[in-house]
């Protein structure tokens, strides 16, 4: 009966090609594709070649694909559960309004909404970075203009540092890793403002 309501509704709405890629994945069968590594100062969850990895995010950032969403959860709550017990914040890269406007959701902070409890306290932080400017697609540059796009793109929301100060680690998520540029501006903006004793980690999806 399953089979037969998926059939009528892919008639009705027609899946995507990612879609229809993830869909016979699971979480746990997802998780064969959690490839840990760092690159440069970033830590790197997966990698974007993989087939599977390269559709998840697309699902997700592209059509608010919910089993994608947890796909990518999944590598992220590994990740998570291997770190030190310590009181964690994390903070999704922020689009800018025209983008958020525009795809009605923010892919990174969609998949920090499925991680279930963790051994430690922790607590999502939408609001402490911001976009000071409209930048323009990082894909259509080369490294140089990636560096200058995002040069001040973001700014803090003073306001909310109290929210955050009693917490030792602050983790900075971001989907796909290209040159770095859009971690590294949200680090340089955010890190002056954290107190001595935080760590500061930058997060991504896939390289």
């Known amino acids: 009966m399953i089979h037969i309501w998926q059939w009528l509704t892919d008639i009705i709405f027609p899946p995507s090609k990612p879609g229809l890629f993830i869909r016979p994945l699971s979480p746990d069968n997802f998780q064969l594709f959690y490839r840990p590594h760092k690159k440069g100062s970033v830590q790197i969850l997966s990698e974007y070649h993989i087939p599977a990895v390269q559709a998840a995010i697309t699902a997700c950032k592209f059509e608010n694909n919910l089993q994608a969403t947890k796909l990518i959860g999944k590598l992220l709550n590994l990740w998570l559960v291997d770190q030190s017990a310590i009181d964690t914040v994390l903070i999704p890269i922020p689009l800018s309004y025209k983008r958020q406007k525009k795809r009605k959701h923010n892919q990174v902070e969609r998949v920090l909404r499925t991680l279930p409890p963790l051994p430690f306290r922790y607590t999502i932080c939408t609001e402490i970075l911001t976009r000071t400017h409209d930048t323009k697609p990082q894909t259509s540059l080369n490294r140089q203009d990636r560096l200058k796009n995002m040069d001040h793109a973001f700014e803090v929301n003073k306001k909310q540092l109290k929210k955050i100060s009693s917490y030792r680690r602050v983790v900075i998520c971001d989907d796909v890793l290209t040159t ?7 680090k340089v903006a955010l890190l002056p ?3 001595p004793h935080t760590e500061l980690i930058c997060v991504c999806w896939a390289h």
């Open 180 to 186: 770095g540029a859009t971690l590294g501006a949200a």
């Open 193 to 195: 403002h954290l107190p």
